[in-house]
């Protein structure tokens, strides 16, 4: 297993969980300097029945590349595309396009982290159609269970996690409460959590909005028990994880529909997804509705808990690597 581990990014994350619930001979990198870990690849990767790549880094080049020359198969666990998220973010960098193209190219299998992310794939990299698959994210039911706390929740109040990033379409969900609170007298706010972006600047004109920032996570499961409705109105978010937190926390859920996460749910209705991200007056009719409805209690109904453990994803992630392994090149 090639990947970090440590900082507690969402791919960290991942990265631990696996590692948590994969065989005890399981081989990781123990080192933090590049050259050691580069040492680490070597010596380590002819050991290896298969060596997944989970992340993306420059060091994946080395070790894929190596892994090509000890006659090793090969995957890449993609959780993201960093050139498209770039490009829609505003800060396109040739050099990381370039590391991720190369990683792809290079690798066996490419496994993506939601079967919504494996169909984007096959659209915009058709030219490796046949490697693309999916393994999508566990979910540490357990662990959400820990975020219930007592507070007083403010019926009015929405929230919404991603900062000023363009790809979160944050702006999008303040015109709705523009118009929400313009039209039905109603004075609803929303709060953001997230760091600074290209959209910062516009979602603060807004006077309803507070703008909380980068917060501790103790203080983000507050702001959601004190909140009725959390959207996620994203345009691409190969995941995401922060609706189930949120879910956990007893908000309301409404989620555009490129969200990977909705997978977890047996099923979801026309009322809790955005279909159109850039749609203010679709995104108003939804709080709307689920302002009078809700669907906090049917959503936890439907969770697949079962299948979608770390447990259970770790098995399928097994199943997935060991047909790389013997497929013939």
Not at 18 to 30: F, G, M, V, W
Not at 96 to 123: P, Q, Y
Not at 166 to 173: N, S
Not at 214 to 242: C, K, M, W
């Amino acid at each position: 297993m090639i990947g970090d581990y440590r900082t507690g990014t969402g791919p960290a994350n991942v990265t631990y969980n696996y590692l948590n619930c994969l065989p005890k001979q399981t081989l990781k990198l123990n080192a933090t300097g590049k050259w050691q870990r580069a040492v680490e690849i070597f010596v380590k990767t002819p050991q290896a029945d298969v060596v997944l790549c989970s992340g993306y880094s420059k060091q994946n080049i080395l070790a894929l590349k190596w892994a090509k020359i000890c006659h090793k198969r090969s995957a890449y666990l993609m959780h993201g595309c960093v050139e498209h998220e770039n490009a829609i973010n505003g800060v396109p960098d040739a050099e990381m396009n370039k590391v991720e193209r190369e990683t792809i190219r290079l690798t066996d299998a490419i496994l993506a982290v939601s079967e919504h992310f494996a169909n984007w794939l096959r659209e915009h990299y058709p030219e490796y159609l046949e490697k693309i698959d999916s393994v999508p994210n566990g979910v540490d039911w357990d662990e959400l269970q820990k975020f219930n706390i007592n507070t007083t929740r403010n019926e009015r109040q929405l929230i919404s996690i991603g900062g000023g990033m363009p790809r979160k379409m944050i702006r999008y969900i303040c015109e709705a409460i523009e118009k929400l609170n313009r039209d039905t007298g109603e004075k609803y706010t929303l709060v953001v959590i997230g760091d600074v972006g290209y959209d910062t600047k516009e979602i603060n004109t807004y006077p309803f909005v507070r703008n909380r920032g980068i917060v501790p996570f103790d203080e983000v499961t507050r702001l959601l028990h004190a909140s009725r409705l959390y959207i996620q109105n994203s345009s691409f978010e190969t995941f995401g994880l922060a609706p189930l937190e949120a879910l956990a926390c007893g908000c309301d859920l409404l989620i555009s529909n490129e969200v990977g996460a909705k997978e977890v749910f047996r099923e979801m209705k026309d009322e809790d997804i955005i279909k159109d991200y850039s749609d203010s007056d679709e995104i108003a009719e939804k709080i709307i509705n689920l302002q009078q409805r809700g669907n906090h209690a049917r959503l936890l109904k439907n969770l697949d808990k079962e299948s979608t453990s770390w447990e259970a994803r770790t098995i399928l992630l097994l199943t997935k690597l060991d047909q790389i392994r013997e497929k013939k090149r």
